[in-house]
């Protein structure tokens, strides 16, 4: 057995216990791998053992392991920083954006989606825990961000997204979950078909999945440790 595949197995089984304790079924929660910094390698072993959906982060890098994987059947996420200069590339070659916070941003995906392609699955990113150092849009305005990006052709506003500052009291680390599910709910009861809570990492999914979250994005609990601090 591969480190990988042991990995995703012991992950899996977090994610199912998790989503049991919590009183949820254990298909309500999809587990996103998130898969920037490792090779492409890595991803064709993660998809062998059953992973089809993997996140990234960093555009290019991204874009290279898409070309050296288009063989396999592979769900991709962006879920990194958007800049405009880059949509054009998300648009064409991503199946889900986690990240958009501004109109302008979900403006250029909707223009230069290609048509022969399904809509681009859109999560609007929310700074819940309102730190100047994190992208997002502040939960005040996500109504109004949410009702112009569900306006727009070739996307598909499927839900909201969010990285919570770290905390390590289980109310504290519990309370910006229970503000997505509530935000998400008050857009649903406005009219809206939102199906998506994209919340929860590696320290704090069974949380986030207490909460109401069906993506989790674990990574470095799949693959291994990064060169680097932080994790999405």
Same mark, same amino acid.
């Given at each position: ?8 197995? @012991? #992950? =899996?089984? &977090? ?5 049991? +304790?919590? %009183? ?6 999809? *587990? ?9 390698? @890595? #991803? =064709?072993? &993660? ?5 089809? +959906?993997? %996140? ?6 991204? *874009? ?169």
């Amino acid at each position: 057995m591969t480190a990988i595949l042991s990995n995703l197995q @012991a #992950v =899996r089984r &977090a994610v199912a216990d998790a989503a049991t +304790a919590a %009183g949820r079924p254990v298909d309500a929660v999809r *587990l996103l791998a998130v898969s920037k910094t490792f090779p492409a390698a @890595a #991803v =064709r072993e &993660a998809y062998q053992a059953g992973q089809a +959906a993997f %996140g990234e982060n960093y555009l290019q890098e991204a *874009l290279d392991k898409i070309g050296a994987l288009r063989d396999l059947p592979l769900e991709w996420h962006f879920i990194g920083p958007i800049q405009s200069n880059k949509t054009r590339a998300i648009a064409e070659h991503f199946d889900w954006v986690h990240g958009v916070d501004r109109l302008k941003v979900a403006e250029r995906l909707s223009a230069q989606r290609p048509a022969l392609l399904p809509p681009l699955s859109i999560c609007l990113q929310v700074n819940v825990s309102g730190e100047a150092s994190k992208s997002g849009v502040a939960p005040q305005d996500v109504a109004q961000l949410a009702n112009e990006v569900a306006r727009l052709p070739r996307l598909r506003l499927r839900g909201l997204m969010a990285i919570p500052a770290p905390a390590d009291d289980p109310a504290q680390q519990r309370a910006p979950f229970a503000r997505m599910r509530e935000l998400l709910a008050t857009l649903n009861a406005q009219g809206m078909r939102l199906d998506t809570l994209s919340m929860g990492m590696s320290h704090d999914f069974a949380v986030a999945i207490q909460e109401g979250a069906t993506i989790v994005r674990i990574g470095t609990a799949i693959f291994g440790a990064r060169d680097y601090g932080g994790e999405q």
